[in-house]
């Protein structure tokens, strides 16, 4: 592979990934294989400690891989997917141990106090991240569409790509005239940095889905987040969701004023 690797036009495996990834997805991703594309089939990666770092360079290297199978008619990505699991190496964090720590050491209480102390726009886009259960690619498509897809105080987004699928997220009326502008990528993980919030952003995501499902229910909670979502289910949800409105907006109250 290091051979392969030398050869490489990196220009035209940048173009690969921005025509096959998100944007910001593509830009990381290019930049940890770059970075880190001499770590394939090295006992340094055997290891490193398993970590978000770590998995960022899983996901460079896989993508490099499959794009030199691609270019070269060569088999390096099952080469290279074979070999992590010969090693044991995990594509995934201990789940179960950070939502330990989560549940804990996070309190919603403290989130919204670091929130609260945000530049005034990236507040207002943070509580929208928290209350909606979007993930932060989403969150920012819809902060930035709200006007044209938000009807009656729901947000119906309905989008299905890959393994991950967006449904349709409340709107809390004590955001809603406050969205009348933009957020950037850039902008939004330079301000919601964890050392700002006590957590990363994307863990707003799961404090969300606990606080609904907890609270109001737990099948509509998995709905809003996501995880179903066929035709039928939208027709019997979303009905479910005009039920739940009132009682969702009491819910986040507290949390908004």
């Known amino acids: ?69 691609i270019k070269n008619d060569t088999e390096f990505h099952d080469e290279f997917t074979k070999w992590l699991k010969k090693k044991e190496i995990k594509w995934r964090l201990n789940v179960n141990s950070k939502n330990y720590w989560m549940a804990n050491n ?12 945000l530049p005034e726009k990236y507040h207002i886009f943070g509580l929208f991240v928290l209350v909606s259960g979007l993930r932060t690619s989403e969150a920012i498509d819809a902060f930035n ?68 499902a907890t609270k109001i229910d737990p099948l509509m909670a998995e709905f809003c987040q996501g995880r179903r979502g066929n035709l039928s289910q939208r027709h019997y949800f979303l009905p479910i969701m005009s039920n739940n409105q009132k009682k969702w907006n009491e819910l986040w109250n507290k949390t908004l004023i």
Request: positive net charge; glycine residues 2%.
């Open 1 to 69: 592979m290091a051979d392969a690797t030398k050869a490489l036009d990196w220009e035209e495996y940048r173009k690969w990934l921005f025509n096959n990834k998100s944007e910001i997805h593509a830009k990381y991703t290019f930049k940890s294989s770059k970075k880190n594309h001499h770590l394939a089939f090295s006992h340094e990666l055997v290891t490193m400690p398993q970590s978000r770092k770590k998995l960022d360079v899983l996901k460079g290297l896989a993508n490099l891989t499959r794009f030199l199978d």
């Open 106 to 117: 996070v309190s919603i209480e403290k989130i919204v106090e670091n929130i609260r102390k």
């Open 145 to 212: 569409n709200h006007d044209k897809i938000c009807r009656d105080g729901i947000l119906e987004i309905f989008t299905d790509r890959n393994t991950k699928k967006t449904n349709a997220v409340y709107c809390h009326p004590l955001l809603h005239d406050k969205i009348n502008f933009k957020v950037s990528n850039t902008g939004v993980y330079r301000n919601l940095k964890s050392k700002h919030l006590g957590c990363e952003i994307r863990y707003l995501r799961k404090l969300n889905y606990t606080i609904v």
